[in-house]
């Protein structure tokens, strides 16, 4: 099982961070000075451990962002090599449910479950 989530990291006393931007506080939800993550972590068959397979922290201000999605698909096509032949199971929140997201995953899926 892989465990798909963006989460946010808030740095509201940072002022001089590199691509230090802007982000909603999901346990507050203040827009705060921070960064948000995408990170894809497997669970263990047989142990039932959690294993971070991808992690990554980025900022909408950095040069060259394209769109939180594009990060989403980085992380994917990192998760499909790191599994190689293997079979997993996706799970993803409500923030992956549109249209444009489902169709890039649907295709992931298939390469990712069916080589």
Not at 48 to 71: A, D, Q, R, W
Not at 93 to 100: K, R
Request: hydrophobic fraction near 35%; charge should be neutral; proline fraction near 3%.
């Amino acid at each position: 099982m892989i465990i798909v989530d963006n989460p946010e990291i808030i740095k509201p006393y940072s002022s001089k961070l590199e691509g230090l931007g802007f982000v909603r506080d999901g346990s507050t939800g203040k827009i705060e000075k921070g960064y948000w993550t995408t990170n894809m972590i497997a669970v263990a068959k047989d142990t039932k451990h959690p294993i971070t397979v991808y992690s990554h922290l980025y900022s909408f201000s950095e040069e060259g962002f394209i769109s939180e999605n594009e990060e989403t698909y980085k992380g994917l096509h990192h998760v499909r090599n790191f599994l190689n032949e293997k079979k997993a199971t996706f799970v993803m929140d409500c923030g992956y449910e549109n249209v444009q997201m489902m169709k890039k995953i649907s295709d992931r899926m298939i390469i990712l479950l069916f080589g």
